[in-house]
């Protein structure tokens, strides 16, 4: 497959991924908001450290607010890694490969990015709050599972497709390592008072694993056993084991004469993975565990785009 065709299917996934991911980010900061009057700054101070975009944003708009933070990680054009930009870039990605992926494909992403783009013009002047921010981000969670649906259901399981699942699982390894990392912190210290077991079922839902948390381990909601379920629960899709195990095997499908390295770097962290335990992993350090995933992750996205892609910058809040 042609780099240029590869690049634009990878990024078209991670770009669609990062939006159903934000959104998520946004709800789940929303409602947490909510529980604590007094921590609210702290809140969305929290959401633009897993996005890593504080530095941008205080240069733009200074103070941290709630209206601000949810304008700026949702339908501000000028930050790249808005959901509006990435639905934006998502589309631009699969406009350029139309001729690989599928007519129902196309039809998807690009009714997306206008049913975004009129959604968008309609917020610029208003509060997005309440049920209006809680609507807004089932949509674009909603869009982005219809996309994949799409996309496994219509396309041939060749190269083209691997590249998409390629992208969308390392968006989603970094994207649920930087949600754990900093939620963690915010909320392990705390009791065990209603608010605490609300919030951190709220950051369950977040990852669509709160119903999973209770299948699993029928018992009330603890720190320990939140890390473990979003770290090494191979069954859990949006466990980093489980990211990584797709990440691996994809690799391997999709080897050329460069990518020897970069499948040893992705076996090396799914089998990390895989036979770690979540009590040396606190042992250690959670944040410090975490913060190295990340570095590994950026560097097998590096990697990767070196191997198969068209070697290019990737934009501000990608990895």
């Known amino acids: 497959m042609l780099s240029r065709t590869a690049d634009a299917l990878y990024w078209m996934a991670r770009y669609t991924e990062r939006a159903e991911n934000t959104a998520r980010l946004l709800d789940v900061s929303y409602r947490m908001s909510l529980q604590r009057q007094v921590a609210r700054e702290g809140y969305w101070g929290a959401a633009l450290g897993i996005t890593g975009l504080e530095t941008g944003y205080k240069a733009r708009?200074?103070?941290?607010?709630?209206?601000?933070?949810?304008?700026?990680?949702?339908?501000?054009?000028?930050?790249?890694?808005?959901?509006?930009?990435?639905?934006?870039?998502a589309r631009e990605n699969c406009h350029a490969v139309?001729?690989?992926?599928?007519?129902?494909?196309?039809?998807?992403?690009?009714?997306?990015?206008?049913?975004?783009?009129?959604?968008?013009?309609g917020l610029q002047g208003g509060a997005l709050q309440g049920s209006e921010l809680t609507r807004y981000c089932e949509w674009v969670?909603?869009?982005?599972?219809?996309?994949?649906?799409?996309?496994?259901?219509?396309?041939?399981?060749?190269?083209?497709?691997h590249f998409i699942r390629l992208g969308t699982f390392l968006e989603r390894a970094d994207n649920t390592a930087r949600l754990l990392d900093v939620k963690f912190d915010e909320l392990a210290p705390a009791g065990a008072s209603g608010d605490e077991y609300y919030e951190w079922g709220a950051l369950l839902r977040s990852?669509?694993?709160?119903?999973?948390?209770?299948?699993?381990?029928?018992?009330?909601?603890t720190p320990q056993r939140v890390a473990e379920l979003l770290i090494l629960r191979e069954a859990m899709p949006r466990s980093l084991h489980a990211c990584m195990r797709e990440v691996d095997q994809i690799l391997g499908l999709v080897a050329n004469a460069r990518s020897q390295d970069t499948q040893r770097r992705a076996g090396e962290m799914h089998a990390r993975l895989r036979y770690a335990r979540i009590e040396d992993i606190l042992e250690v350090g959670l944040h410090r565990f975490l913060t190295e995933f990340l570095e590994r992750t950026a560097d097998l996205g590096n990697r990767i785009a070196q191997d198969?892609?068209?070697?290019?910058?990737?934009?501000?809040?990608?990895?």
């Not at 690989?100 to 013009?121: C, D, K, M, Q």
């Not at 799409?150 to 083209?160: I, N, R, S, Y």
């Not at 990852?207 to 909601?221: G, L, N, P």
Request: proline share 3%.
């Open 61 to 89: 708009h200074g103070a941290i607010t709630a209206s601000r933070v949810l304008r700026f990680l949702s339908v501000e054009e000028d930050n790249p890694a808005s959901i509006l930009a990435c639905l934006r870039a």
């Open 98 to 121: 139309r001729g690989t992926v599928t007519s129902e494909v196309w039809e998807t992403i690009n009714t997306t990015w206008l049913e975004a783009a009129e959604a968008a013009a």
């Open 141 to 161: 969670k909603f869009r982005s599972h219809l996309s994949r649906g799409v996309t496994l259901g219509t396309m041939l399981q060749d190269e083209g497709l």
């Open 207 to 221: 990852v669509s694993a709160f119903e999973i948390y209770r299948k699993v381990y029928r018992d009330v909601i």
């Open 308 to 319: 198969f892609l068209v070697p290019i910058a990737a934009p501000e809040g990608a990895t």
